[in-house]
């Protein structure tokens, strides 16, 4: 039976992140019975908020794939009875250490407190004349706590959820390490992206880190990663015969990711106009897609082993070209008598910023499997439609005895393989199909999995697995220091390039398709973007 107790804390529990995905996943997690018996929730930010205010503002912010379902109403009392706050400076010893305070106190008294209210009486936490602030007054209890590992006793753990700019994070890491750390359990911090904008500011923010953590100690998160689809790429690869096989430049002709947002920065202009699409979407969620797709069979699915094979797959890349780039911003178009604004109408947006909200890029990897096949990306804001694939053609079946029989000569006889990340989940796989009758006409057909008819579960968040996997230590979907250093030196060139010659991006209208940019640079790679249709 395990006694020990984990504390959460979300560090920017005010914050946009914190309210719409980390909250609603942790609840999640409590609802499916997923969270260790004992856990404790603690929401830390600069704003005054009580443990009451906390909760009503996660109750209001709960929309998560869970919160609709019938009977869900006490379940979400008795997580925000797990739920508290503190307020406090990102670069406060002094609050993180007030904090450190609280969460021995709740770890201490809770494993009693969560027995109490779950199962011997309605222990309300919120009535007034019992609060943690009387048990807080039980110093005895405090000094018993550092008794209990010694007697093969409970451990308390403790993850801390950096959700918080850039610019406070080293110091909040250095805060949490000395002053709120677990003294008889593990530490961990799960840390958000940015990473840095380049190779340089993101090795300095490694060392930072090092100097107060050690690496088995960070998360660094992508919830790319934490979707399903994505998940499931290696399950796709390794555990089907009739795929891995094909998996190199004898059979796949050319692979691209994709990733489309049907609206503009809203609202966060100022943080994007410091990154822009590149380092927004491109260096991180679809290089870690491509490194999955692409790396070697690992020698297990130990964390380590998989991270290696991503690492080695980065490295035989080659750094992006400029050549190999088009890059874009959305300008305001007119629909339907509604004018929808141009990426610098945002007044967070720096006048005449040329920060772009689109890309298109051709990536190659100089291994033995995959030379000279291109990896194309896409990746924009305020295009027409949001969605997430990777696309891989395969090769034209050489003397196909068919090739007069197609409707259309256009790719006659290329298969497509099509994993929808998002939405609708689906793997589609393209194929040529006789059309019934008594002619012989082929076309494509397709062979499809499309997770809403198969499957009756609901899919998971990417935040719900990824903070699931940091309870449990399994670092598998976290990105480790090297690959970091690998996928920056992908970018770093190209993206300083760019900012110093001041390159115009191609303008798109709101709702477009996005530059017309995108199809010459695929045409000189002989590819056509699968997802015109
Ligand atoms: C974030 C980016 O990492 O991913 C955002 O910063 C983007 O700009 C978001 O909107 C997309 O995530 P999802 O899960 O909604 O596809």
Same mark, same amino acid.
């Given at each position: 039976k395990d006694e020990s107790t984990v504390s959460i804390t979300v560090v920017g529990a005010s914050g946009d992140l914190a309210k719409k995905k980390i909250f609603p996943a942790l609840f999640a997690l409590y609802y499916e019975g997923c969270l260790p018996k004992h856990f404790t929730i603690f929401g830390y930010a600069r704003s005054k908020m009580t443990d009451a205010e906390l909760r009503n503002m996660v109750s209001k912010t709960l929309a998560c794939r869970i919160d609709k379902r019938e009977n869900c109403g006490e379940k979400i009392d008795q997580f925000l009875k797990r739920c508290f706050y503190h307020s406090g400076q990102y670069d406060s010893q002094e609050n993180f250490a007030e904090l450190d305070k609280k969460l021995k106190e709740h770890e201490v008294m809770g494993v009693w407190v969560s027995t109490l209210t779950e199962w011997i009486i309605p222990f309300r936490l919120s009535d007034k004349n019992i609060t943690f602030d009387y048990w807080s007054q039980m110093d005895t209890a405090l000094l018993l706590s550092e008794d209990i590992p010694s007697k093969g006793g409970r451990v308390s753990n403790r993850l801390f959820y950096l959700s918080i700019p850039p610019n406070i994070f080293i110091d909040a890491v250095k805060c949490t390490s000395s002053s709120a750390s677990s003294g008889i359990g593990w530490t961990r911090v799960i840390v958000e992206k940015p990473f840095g904008r380049d190779s340089d500011s993101s090795a300095a923010l490694t060392k930072a880190l090092k100097q107060y953590l050690e690496e088995d100690q960070i998360f660094r998160i992508d919830h790319y990663l934490g979707k399903e689809l994505v998940e499931n790429l290696s399950v796709l690869r390794f555990s089907n015969l009739i795929f891995e096989p094909l998996w190199s430049r004898q059979y796949i002709r050319n692979v691209q990711l994709i990733f489309s947002e049907d609206f503009g920065t809203e609202g966060r202009g100022g943080y994007f106009d410091n990154y822009g699409i590149l380092r927004d979407i491109m260096q991180n969620h679809l290089l870690q897609i491509l490194a999955l797709f692409a790396m070697e069979t690992p020698v297990s699915l130990d964390a380590e082993d998989i991270r290696n094979e991503k690492v080695k797959v980065l490295r035989s890349m080659r750094p992006l070209q400029l050549e190999d780039v088009v890059v874009g911003q959305y300008k305001s178009h007119t629909k339907g008598g509604v004018t929808y604004p141009a990426y610098i109408d945002d007044n967070t947006v720096p006048k005449g910023s040329l920060t772009p909200t689109f890309a298109a890029a051709a990536l190659f990897i100089d291994n033995a499997r995959w030379d000279g096949v291109p990896f194309l990306m896409k990746a924009g804001k305020a295009l027409?439609?949001?969605?997430?694939?990777?696309?891989?053609? $395969?090769?034209?079946?050489?003397?196909?005895?068919?090739?007069?029989? $197609?409707? &259309?000569?256009?790719?006659?006889? &290329?298969?497509?393989?099509?994993?929808?990340v998002q939405p609708d989940e689906a793997i589609d796989l393209k194929i040529n199909n006789k059309v019934p009758g008594l002619g012989m006409r082929l076309d494509h057909s397709n062979l499809n999995l499309h997770y809403a008819a198969r499957y009756s579960k609901e899919i998971p968040d990417a935040y719900e697995r990824l903070l699931l996997d940091a309870i449990e230590g399994e670092r598998r979907l976290f990105i480790r220091s090297d690959e970091l250093d690998a996928a920056w030196a992908l970018f770093t060139p190209v993206l300083k390039e760019l900012e110093e010659k001041n390159i115009i991006p191609e303008y798109y209208p709101y709702g477009s398709r996005g530059p017309v940019g995108a199809h010459y640079l695929a045409a000189r790679y002989n590819v056509r973007w699968g997802d015109l249709g």
């Open positions: 027409h439609k949001k969605r997430a694939e990777i696309r891989v053609q $395969f090769r034209h079946v050489p003397g196909n005895l068919y090739n007069q029989n $197609f409707e &259309t000569d256009l790719d006659q006889a &290329t298969n497509e393989l099509i994993i929808r």
